[in-house]
T-cell receptor, first 110, second 111 residues
Framework: GQQLNQSPQSMFIQEGEDVSMNCTSS?????WLWYKQDPGEGPVLLIA?????ELTSNGRLTAQFGITRKDSFLNISASIPSDVGIYFC??????????FGAGTRLTVKP | ETGVTQTPRHLVMGMTNKKSLKCEQH?????MYWYKQSAKKPLELMFV???????ENNSVPSRFSPECPNSSHLFLHLHTLQPEDSALYLC??????????FGPGTRLTVL
């Protein structure tokens, strides 16, 4: 089945720094999603991507759907303490079998 | 209530207990899901219900039993669980399998 590799597993950064994380798949997807999970809560959708090459922003967050349809990245600019949490990528092919990455745990030091 | 709600938020149970997790979605979605989240592992899909019919069961042990009485409610009945079943259990809903809206989860501890 489709496997999602998400990296890095964890990041420790200073407040104000930019962050980049990515996901790669062994198969093509037609939907890429990025979620954030705060401690003790469920994942919350940050950005949804539906077209190869698509670049979408949500405030300080920017995500791109890779041209090959097998990868996606998420960038966070000028990180702040409330960016702390676990970020998950997810992908699916025509709404079947949504797959999730293992997550990137982000720590922001003030 | 809005979005997806789950109760209880925390549950501690012994291996011989029977308990149930409840999920309710207020989004008018037609699909609901149970996921298991263990530390440092990808979300594991357990069950999918589409239009109230179970469409997927990913080799989940029979000690987990789902129930979907209508499109807004989903239950996970638990019986004779093992300590390795301790995890965060997440419910989600979607429209036609698209973007998942997740509930806050139930943190389950099996003693």
């Amino acid at each position: 089945g489709q496997q999602l590799n998400q990296s890095p597993q964890s990041m420790f950064i200073q407040e104000g720094e930019d962050v980049s994380m990515n996901c790669t798949s062994s198969s093509i997807f037609n939907t890429w999603l990025w979620y954030k999970q705060d401690p003790g809560e469920g994942p919350v959708l940050l950005i949804a991507l539906y077209k190869a090459g698509e670049l979408t922003s949500n405030g300080r967050l920017t995500a791109q759907f890779g041209i090959t349809r097998k990868d996606s990245f998420l960038n966070i600019s000028a990180s702040i303490p409330s960016d702390v949490g676990i970020y998950f990528c997810a992908g699916s092919y025509y709404n079947n079998d949504m797959r999730f990455g293992a997550g990137t745990r982000l720590t922001v030091k003030p | 209530e809005t979005g997806v709600t789950q109760t209880p938020r925390h549950l501690v149970m012994g291996m011989t207990n029977k308990k149930s997790l409840k999920c309710e979605q207020h989004l008018g979605h037609n699909a609901m899901y149970w996921y298991k989240q263990s530390a440092k592992k990808p979300l594991e899909l357990m069950f999918v219900y589409s239009l109230e019919e179970r469409v997927e069961n990913n080799s989940v042990p029979s000690r987990f039993s789902p129930e979907c009485p209508n499109s807004s409610h989903l239950f996970l009945h638990l019986h004779t669980l093992q300590p390795e079943d301790s995890a965060l259990y997440l419910c989600a809903s979607s429209q036609d399998g698209n973007v998942h809206d997740f509930g806050p989860g139930t943190r389950l501890t099996v003693l």
